[in-house]
């Protein structure tokens, strides 16, 4: 049975029409810097948690803040060790997680704003390769893996 023609058009324009909508909700900011850390990241970063870099040290903050904001911002957001990608909060976009770094930041000497259209650009990209990254030698791990599967055959 092939699928009707109006159901494929259908599927599509909803495909379209929501991947056009997780694009701008990333993009789109709801809270402020603060109000995202008083929400989501305090539950760590105030103690500091597993190593969390704390709110207000300077010096845990002053080699961070030196990678730079998108790279920061970036490798955050993907996630690294103990620190759970987007702060562990689906709902959290890339512009009110970018604000919640930028917060901590400013709380230890750092001069960083909430990021404009153009920064949130290079933080998706930077994420972007941080990803790819992971992702290769995710897969390099798993076709060893098989190799090993299949030999004890
Ligand atoms: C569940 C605990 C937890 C929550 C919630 C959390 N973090 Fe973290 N975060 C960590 C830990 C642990 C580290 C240290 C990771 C490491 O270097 O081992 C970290 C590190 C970071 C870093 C430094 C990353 C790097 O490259 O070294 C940034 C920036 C950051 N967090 C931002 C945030 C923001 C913004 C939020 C809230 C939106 C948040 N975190 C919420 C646990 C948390």
Redo the contacts with the bound molecule.
Sequence with gaps: MSIPHSFRFFALAFFVAQSAHAQSSLLQARSSGEQ??KT??V???ETG?????KYGDRAAWAP?IA?GQNV??A??WVG?????A????AE?SLAD?SR??AY?AQAAGGNWKDPDAKLLRDIANEADKRLTGSIKEQQSMQRELRRIVKAAK
Excluded: D, I, K, Q
């Excluded at 948690?49 to 870099?53: D, E, M, Q």
């Excluded at 690294?80 to 759970?84: I, T």
């Excluded at 987007?86 to 909060?89: K, Q």
């Design positions: 995202v850390y989501v990241c539950a760590c970063h948690v597993a190593n969390a870099p961070l990678e920061l911002t490798h955050a690294v060790r103990g620190m759970p987007r702060g562990g909060s959290l997680f919640g770094v901590m």
